[in-house]
């Protein structure tokens, strides 16, 4: 026994605790709680409250002491549950309650202890008067805002003279820790409260001083926040270093610099919101039900401070009309205003509106809104089924005030009505402010600091058009592959920094995405020679053998924010799943491919000793192997884990039938735990990769694919059907919008050809495409030569490219003088051509666009239309043209040239889409009508030329290349990428990647972008050494097999053959691509697939709770 | 012209002259082994052989009216593959369709044999031919008197012959080498007929007479009876089979014994699915299984069974009829089988144990077929 | 008593029902599905809110020509109402040929079935394109409504089998 130890005995049990320990904390550290009022662990006990008391037993007799206060001294007995302290605290606890009956800590503690009724004359008083808020507030705080003030029944907590404090800090501390809730700052502070509003949530919610900043934040450590604490403003507190028991604070924490040697920099700070306060007409910060769009998505959010269900600031009602107001600070030459279009608002609202419907059934949402601009791939028919299938009402108008109605505080926006051009009014419960998207102020340091160009909005200046090696294009890059400016997007005209997102514009997530593919692969290419050099291998602990182990099954159902849980049952299913047969655990998290929960999955692996897990969220494509890399990280083979889709496949498609799709996730869990239980390991084998990349396609995309690839040190045979390089760019006179040089095409293609790592195939397509990733095997047939080359890659590039739609509308083809825009283009000539002799011009937008079958927006032809539209004027001065559209959709930096257009007299007619112009040729020459629906009234025009903007069509010979690659088009006939946003130029087939026009219409920048971002895509399977064959190969059971040969006939890629000698079926793991055939034809399954066995589908098959087996599954 | 030579029982039988013909076959060279049915010592049973030695070939009986199970299998185990050796096999038309199904299957290697196929007017169940060999103590009689109504087109009467053999629609195998024309032969003689090269090679190493023609209109006549009675079985099929429930009435007696499996020549997997784990669950599952259905029958999965059979080798199914003699429940899983498989073959315009060059249905597949599904 | 709600259904006189028990009845239907393409329709059908019955539940086979038609009839004899299989598009097959072999497969299967006289339009084979999320819940509701009309599966309801 130690000098400084005693011997005491709690609540029976003998313990040792140091000497001047007080009871509550010897309690506490063995493990008994004792119930506490004024306690507080960063303060000197206080003992006032007496709920603490316990039964000090002495030579000297027993009796009540404080266990907060009393330090242990001597050997003593200590009773905390005896007859004598529950008698005490029942007193203790009537007493209290008297005074303050409505405290629900007191209510608790009553409910208890038994405490039913008091029999004293009750108070409406909140406040036990503990004093721990004055001890708080004097102790801790160095402050002595407020004391215990009058006596007896007078006995009060109050500020000085009753008056509102000028020492306060309105730091809280006493509201924190006031037991009942009584504080209030307000109360006791003269100045006006600020609270600390989280950034993360928007500002909707307060946050404390120490803190998470969000659910999802690595590492998942709390922060102080210095700026706010106490402690760092004036010293006082220090709270909770005492209170942290493991000594985690540490307030001597400095920030520090570190200096990193790079060879290249990728800057992508991302935006800014427009502050909408700036628009005061709208209200924002004056009216609490008028929030950003921003907000609004917090508020939707599963994790956000509504937990996902939609209620209004002012009364936390369940707004049922809500007002979307778009270009809120965009598209606005006000000085307060940007200039330019923020590109995201429309689509943004749009979808925060379906969810916002889907949330919540009785909301009705509005769109007010001057030109819908839904430009990106597959956006238009999501707005069509927004406004056909979910009855979002869309009203063209902008919307330049609104007011409050002080009694509802709903509010009134006011609007020019589209149909009569009369104000108009109407009112909200709640109104969405589409807040553009801004440059960062922050830019401006960063600018400097990087020695980069900001422009004039304050974004960087990138170029993503630079020929390396060709001394073209903006500020020369020297292309040399060392100190040059990398055709990534570099930043302003500093080398070897990369840009990407919307540091550079505003920008949806999947260009965002791939600007910082394209953004590495500007590194790439500077940096190919080092390439690997610092690369760390991640290391796996030994895999358990669990083979032979009966099967011990975890199971963790995502409630993915309200996704699932909103429409299933989770508690239920994980209380379902716990029954099921060898599950020996089962829980559930809010978001189960967060850090921290992967983290729970492999402490759970390790504690229960599972063999086998099964997560139930969202679709396999997305996680499965971010949870199989998780079990394998816990020790486990990464096989034995199943994923059920109860996101996909349930919740998102049962929404109105909750006790159904809770049902089905129930047995779809159960489904997959039949199949894990099945599950064997599968060591995978390895096989070299092929550092050859192919492209298809020779246009501006292709050639930058494969210049890329190239200069990353990859050989690249590059595809093109045509006899020369260059695609739909030839076709142009001048490019759409891209302000590149005019010998871009030429110095692209020099460098093309100047690069020897490159092989070029003219008049050639690819006629055959097998093998896996790593290993491709392609067959390219030259048109006119027939010769045939077998080409072996690593992995493939599509950019094949569009058309400009051939028309069959107003009356094109039957008259010269009624053509397309490009022929248009041509028309127009060249800088050293005579100006056209036109002095009318009718352009017709969305030509056989925006609507079936070709529902798609082709996002260049506004901007072409512009740009030949200035371009004829400024030829031609005294040329009159109009502009026949639908949407104007000059998104991002674009808005300018529009603006421009107007100012130069471009005149714009909006006709609507079920009523059309009308073209009629006649000898006195072509006459257009059109109903003008800004003037609201019936034009009449005699132009020159009627000039279609069709759009871009698919190729028509993408549907045959689409069958050799074996990759899917979309129902337009565009290439379709594996995930719209976190995989935009991915296929599905690993290996495979698209970019460009075969992906879907866009300009040319962008072209180039997307083809540099899928050539980094490429390079991280072309930079690997090797890859693992698949999983889901086959194997053979010899006892089994007849050698029928069956499966051999099956096998489209010659890997299952006979053997000779023993006259079995084998395979060959490296060509066997895991489709399975061949073990769907072997009648006794002498062929099994792996990760597909027969008795594991079988036993999914097995009737709901028909699977309870708790042995090791049978040998197949 | 096809070779054909006659073969004369010359008072010693047919089966005999058809023992002699094999004989001559190895010792002229034409093959190297000869697989035949023989009597065995006591003259009771009958078994197939192997035969190397033509000393040994002492017994033939290739014509006896009992058949102890197909032999198309043993012949394809007993054949070497790609083998030198030639090996003469003299088997019904029924163990022949067997062979070329199974030599699809690579259980039978079609090349390394040559092919003998007799004309058979059907076969009798074990104990039907236990009643003739009474009536018939010598099997030369048996057999000279169970083939005399044969020559002329007609069956013995007084002996049925089993269900299958009843409406089998072939004679001699046209896709044989060698066949043995009994029907339209005069009495007494086989008529042998090369109907391949390699079959004209080995007769033309025979010193035998040439044989007049046989009378094929009775031939004619005795097919175009069994097809119409295979459209018989057909028809009554579709009167007897309207619901799944009339289907499982059929096979209601089933034991789950597999002797049925066991039987068929086409049934070549060295360990049944129903033998794995595919079908296994735990006693606790049956259990489970009740709850959910309220009742479930012990064993399980009879008429996935035979539906699972059914899918794995109707298609192929030759209609030998084995499986109806070894059926201890006396189902006509022959018939069953029959019936299902003319219907599934007739979607790919296929016939089960016709010819080698016909793909297996299951086993391929055309791009433009089966649309609209 | 829903459809799909596990365990037997003890009637008001004790006798156990089958699961189709009382109430409308709600066809269990089992899918199994290409992992290229109708899986992935049945993905894209999610994450587009295309809503359609409950009453499916989807198996993934890597391709449409892995189909074993054990499957299926470990499927219609075991308590399923309709089994759907979903393949690539003739000519789109990921692997090149499957679906052609899955035809096959599932043409002999179905007419096995007719020939014994079940009712071989409980199995559907159908193409459904990664694209076609609006598909697979159309064809999902149709198959639903049609199993509707043709009443509870024999082979749940009968235990002699």
């Known amino acids: 026994m130690c000098v400084n130890a005693v011997r005491i005995t709690l609540d029976g049990v003998p313990m040792e605790v140091e000497l001047g320990t007080t009871i509550l904390a010897a309690a506490t550290s063995a493990g008994v709680t004792i119930p506490t009022l004024c306690h507080y662990g960063g303060l000197e006990p206080a003992g006032a409250c007496r709920i603490c008391v316990v039964e000090l037993k002495t030579e000297r007799g027993s009796r009540l002491v404080p266990a907060c206060h009393y330090a242990i001294e001597a050997p003593a007995d200590i009773s905390t549950s005896s007859e004598r302290v529950v008698s005490s605290r029942k007193m203790t606890i009537e007493l209290l309650l008297a005074r303050c009956p409505e405290v629900p800590a007191l209510q608790e503690l009553a409910a208890e202890y038994g405490v039913e009724t008091t029999r004293l004359p009750s108070d409406d008083d909140d406040c036990i008067l503990c004093g ?138 991302g935006y800014d919101s427009y502050d909408a306060s700036q628009k005061g007409a709208l209200g924002y910060g004056r009216y609490e039900n008028v929030l950003t769009n921003l907000q609004f998505e917090r508020i939707l959010s599963a994790s956000g401070p509504c937990e996902g269900e939609i209620r209004r600031p002012s009364d936390g009602a369940h707004p049922r009309k809500v007002a979307f107001l778009q270009c809120v600070g965009s598209r606005d030459t006000n000085e307060e205003g940007k200039p330019y279009c923020s590109s995201i608002c429309c689509m943004a609202s749009i979808k925060e509106a379906v969810i916002a419907r889907e949330h919540d059934s009785n909301v009705e949402p509005t769109i007010f809104y001057i030109d819908m601009r839904t430009q990106g791939k597959e956006f238009e028919r999501y707005f069509e089924g927004a406004r056909n299938d979910h009855g979002i009402v869309f009203k063209r108008s902008s919307v330049a005030k609104l007011y409050e109605k002080p009694a509802t505080k709903n509010l009134v926006v006011r609007h020019v009505d589209e149909e009569t051009g009369e104000i108009a009014e109407e009112e909200f419960d709640l109104v969405v402010l589409a807040a553009g998207l801004v440059a960062h102020e922050s830019n401006a340091g960063l600018a400097e600091s990087l020695n980069i160009t900001l422009n004039e909005h304050g974004f960087c200046e990138g170029h993503t058009y630079q020929v390396p090696g060709s001394g073209g294009g903006n500020g020369g890059g020297n ?332 009356g094109y083809g039957t008259d010269e003088r009624i053509m397309t825009q490009l022929e248009f283009e041509s028309l127009l000539g060249g800088e050293d051509e005579p100006a056209p002799d036109i002095k009318s011009v009718a352009m017709i937008q969305c030509v056989g666009s925006r609507e079936e079958p070709n529902l798609y927006c082709s996002r260049i032809c506004c901007t072409q239309a512009i740009q030949n539209a200035m371009e004829l004027k400024r030829r031609n001065p005294d040329a009159t043209v109009h502009i026949i559209y639908r949407d104007i959709r000059t998104y991002g930096v674009r808005e300018e040239l529009y603006r421009e257009a107007r100012e130069a007299g471009v005149l714009f007619l909006r006709y609507d889409v079920d009523r059309k112009p009308e073209v009629t040729t006649g000898p006195d020459g072509l006459k257009l009508k059109v109903y003008d629906r800004i003037s609201r009234r019936e034009v009449e025009l005699g132009p020159d030329a009627v000039v279609l903007s069709t759009g871009l069509a698919p190729r028509p010979d993408s549907e045959e290349l689409s069958k050799v690659l074996r990759v899917p088009l979309t129902r337009d006939g565009f290439f379709l990428e594996a995930h719209a946003k976190i995989r935009p130029v991915d296929f599905t087939s690993e290996g495979l990647f698209l970019a460009g026009l075969a992906h879907s219409p866009r300009f040319t920048n962008e072209c180039v972008t997307q083809s540099l971002g899928a050539s980094a895509r490429a390079a991280t399977i072309l930079s690997k050494d090797k890859v693992e064959s698949k999983a889901e190969i086959v194997e053979v059971n010899l006892a089994r097999c007849s050698g029928c040969a069956l499966c051999v006939g099956m096998c489209p890629y010659e890997a299952r053959q006979l053997d000779p000698e023993s006259g079995k079926a084998t395979v060959n793991d490296i060509l066997c691509q895991g489709c399975g055939a061949c073990a769907g034809i072997c009648p006794n399954k002498a062929t099994v697939q792996h990760l597909y066995r027969q008795t594991q589908i079988m036993h999914m098959l097995e009737p709901v709770g028909a699977q309870a087996g708790t042995e090791a599954e049978a040998s197949e | 012209m096809k070779k054909r030579l006659k073969l004369d029982s010359n008072g010693h039988g047919m089966e005999e002259a058809l023992g002699r013909l094999a004989r001559l076959m190895i010792s002229t060279g034409g093959v190297d082994r000869v697989f035949i049915p023989q ?305 599934v073959q007739d979607v790919f315009d296929y016939r089960a144990g016709a010819d080698t060059a016909d793909e297996l249905p299951h086993a391929v597949f055309r791009e433009d077929e089966l649309e609209p599904r | 008593m829903e459809a799909t709600v596990e365990g037997k259904t003890p009637t008001e006189d004790g006798t156990p029902t089958t699961s189709q028990g009382a109430g409308p009845f709600e066809p269990k239907i089992i899918a199994f599905v290409c992992n290229w393409c109708t899986y992935a329709a049945a993905d894209l059908a999610g994450t587009s809110r295309i809503q359609y019955p409950p009453n499916v539940k989807i198996v993934r086979l890597m391709c449409s020509g892995a189909i074993d038609p054990i499957y299926v009839l470990r499927a219609i004899t075991g308590g399923f109402d309709g089994v759907l299989i979903g393949g690539c598009h003739p000519g789109d097959c990921h692997y090149q040929t499957g679906n052609y072999k899955a035809r096959r497969r599932v043409t002999i299967l179905k007419e096995i079935l007719k020939s014994v006289g079940y009712d071989e339009e409980r199995v559907w084979l159908r193409w459904i394109s990664a694209s076609e999320g609006g598909a697979f819940a159309a064809t999902v509701s149709e198959m639903v409504e049609a199993l509707k009309s043709h009443g509870p599966n024999v082979l749940t309801t009968n235990w002699n089998k």
């Open chain 2, 39 to 343: 009597h065995d010592e006591t003259g009771e049973a009958v078994y197939a052989t192997l035969v190397a030695d033509v000393d040994a070939l002492k017994d033939p009986a290739p014509l006896v009216p009992y058949i102890n199970g197909n032999k198309g299998r043993e012949a394809g185990l007993s054949t070497p593959k790609n083998g030198e050796n030639k090996t003469a096999v003299f088997v019904r038309p029924c163990e022949a369709r067997a062979i070329i199904e199974l030599s699809k299957l690579m259980q039978a290697h079609r090349e390394s044999m040559l092919l003998i196929t007799s004309d058979c007017p059907g076969t009798l169940t074990l104990e039907d031919y236990k009643r003739l060999r009474e009536e018939h103590p010598d099997h030369r009689e048996e057999v000279a008197a169970f083939y005399a109504p044969f020559h002329g087109g007609e069956r013995l009467e007084g002996h049925e012959v089993r269900e299958c053999c009843t409406f089998c629609e072939s004679l001699a195998h046209p896709m044989s080498d060698i066949r043995l024309l009994l029907v339209g032969a005069p009495e007494g003689t086989v008529v042998v007929e090369a109907t391949s090269e390699a079959g004209e090679r080995v007769l033309s190493k025979l010193e035998m007479e040439e044989a007049a023609e046989v009378d094929e209109a009775v031939r004619e006549k005795f097919t175009e009876g069994q097809k119409s009675r295979h459209a018989e079985m057909e028809a009554h099929w579709d009167e007897v089979v309207h619901s799944v429930e009339d289907f499982m009435h059929l096979v209601q007696h089933c034991r789950r014994c597999y002797n049925c499996r066991a039987e068929c020549p086409i049934c070549y997997c060295r360990e049944c699915v129903f033998q794995t784990a595919t079908f296994e669950v735990t006693p606790d599952a049956f259990g489970r299984r009740a709850d959910q259905y309220g009742v479930v029958k012990m064993p399980p999965d009879t008429l996935v069974f035979h539906l699972t059979r059914m899918n794995h080798m109707v298609t192929s199914c030759v209609s030998c009829g084995q499986c109806t003699e070894a059926c201890p429940q006396k189902i006509p899983v022959g018939k069953i089988f029959s019936a299902v498989g003319r219907r």
């Open chain 1, 479 to 810: 292309g040399d592959g060392t100190a040059g400016q990398g055709a990534g997007a570099t930043a302003g005209s500093a080398a070897g920094i990369f840009t990407g997102g919307a540091f550079t514009e505003p920008r949806y997530i999947p260009e965002a995405v791939v600007e910082g593919s394209c953004a590495a692969s500007g590194a790439a290419r500077l940096l190919a020679e080092a390439r690997g050099t610092l690369a760390r291998k991640k290391k796996y602990p030994k895999q358990l053998d669990v083979a032979k182990a009966v099967p011990r099954i975890g199971v963790f159902i995502c409630r993915c924010g309200i996704n699932i849980a909103g429409t299933v049952n989770v508690p239920d299913v994980v209380a379902y799943s716990a029954t099921l047969g060898n599950v020996v655990h089962a829980s559930e998290f809010v978001y189960s491919c967060s850090q921290d929960s992967l983290e729970v999955i492999k402490e759970t692996v390790a504690e229960h000793k599972l063999n086998r897990v099964v997560v139930a969220s969202c679709t396999p494509r997305t996680h499965e192997y971010l949870f199989a890399d998780t079990i394998r990280e816990a020790g486990l083979n990464r096989y034995y884990f199943e994923l059920a889709s109860i996101r996909e496949h349930c919740s998102w498609v049962h929404m109105q039938e909750p006790e159904l799709a809770t049902q089905k996730a129930k047995e779809l869990v159960e489904m997959m735990v039949s199949k894990v239980r099945g599950a064997r390991p599968v060591s995978l084998e390895y096989s070299p990769v092929v550092h050859r990349g192919l492209v298809i396609g020779g246009g501006v995309s292709g050639m930058n694919a494969a210049l890329s690839l190239a200069e990353q040190g990859y050989e690249v045979d590059l595809v093109e059907k045509e006899g020369k390089l260059g695609g739909n760019y030839l076709k142009h006179r001048r490019p759409v919008w891209n302000l590149y040089s005019p010998t871009y095409l030429e110095d692209l293609e020099a460098a093309v050809r100047a690069n020897s790592n490159v092989t070029l195939h003219l008049n050639s397509e690819v006629i055959l495409f097998s093998g896996v990733v790593g290993n491709f095997y392609a067959e390219v047939c030259n048109r006119e030569t027939g010769e045939e080359h077998e080409i072996s890659c690593g992995a493939a590039v599509v950019a094949t490219g569009a058309v400009e739609r051939e028309p069959v509308e107003y």
């Open chain 1, 132 to 269: 721990l808020c004055v001890r708080t507030c004097r102790d801790l705080m160095d402050t002595e805002a407020l004391s215990m003030v009058g006596r007896g029944h007078g006995r009060r907590v109050a500020p000085p003279y009753d008056k509102k404090s000028l020492v306060c800090m309105s730091c809280g501390a006493c509201a924190f820790v006031c037991p009942t809730n009584k504080i209030k700052i307000a109360d006791l502070y003269a100045g006006r409260t600020s609270e600390n509003l989280s950034t993360y949530d928007e500002r909707l919610v307060p946050v404390g001083n120490i803190r998470l900043n969000y659910s999802q934040q690595i590492p998942k450590v709390p922060v102080i926040d210095r700026e706010n604490c106490v402690h760092f403003v004036t010293g006082a507190c220090g709270a909770c270093e005492k209170i942290c028991n493991v000594g985690a604070i540490d307030y001597d924490q400095e920030d520090r610099e570190e200096t990193l040697n790079v060879g290249a920099v990728i800057v992508t700070p």
